[in-house]
């Protein structure tokens, strides 16, 4: 499977922002983010670099932003 | 391998823009594409999305800059 992993560069570091993504979608001035297990993540910022074959992608997030999640409002037992 | 077939979206239509894309980085207001073969374009628009899993990046091109291309200099033969 192709999905990467973001990362957040920090002063020259590079911190795990969100495993296995899958969808990278921008959205007026924020990034939506969904991964491989439906785990979502909105951030104002920007794409520093995607290599695919790598499967990294690096980010410059100046704010995330909180997701009021209501994409699964099913209760099974 | 994980690279991915970047497409043009056009009324509705998605036309093929570079196979095999390895690296996507935007450069301010343009994004720079270079392909596993080391084809590069560059282009002012902007991504539509990236599905990972797919092996898809969808853009909005507004328009095709030419690249001065020197980046092989050799002469084999």
Chains 1, 2 share one sequence.
Do not use: T
């Not at 192709?2 to 296995?20: K, P, R, V, W």
């Not at 983010?33 to 920007?46: A, D, Q, Y």
Request: proline share 1%; glycine share 10%; net charge negative.
């Amino acid at each position: 499977m192709c999905e990467s992993n973001a990362y957040i560069e920090d002063n020259g570091n590079e911190i795990l922002y969100l495993e296995a993504v899958d969808i990278l979608r921008p959205e007026g001035g924020k990034i939506y983010l969904k991964n491989f297990w439906g785990e979502e993540k909105v951030f104002k910022g920007e794409i520093k670099e995607i290599s695919f074959l790598k499967h990294r992608i690096v980010l410059r997030i100046k704010s995330e932003i909180m997701i009021d999640k209501q994409n699964d409002g099913s209760h099974n037992g």
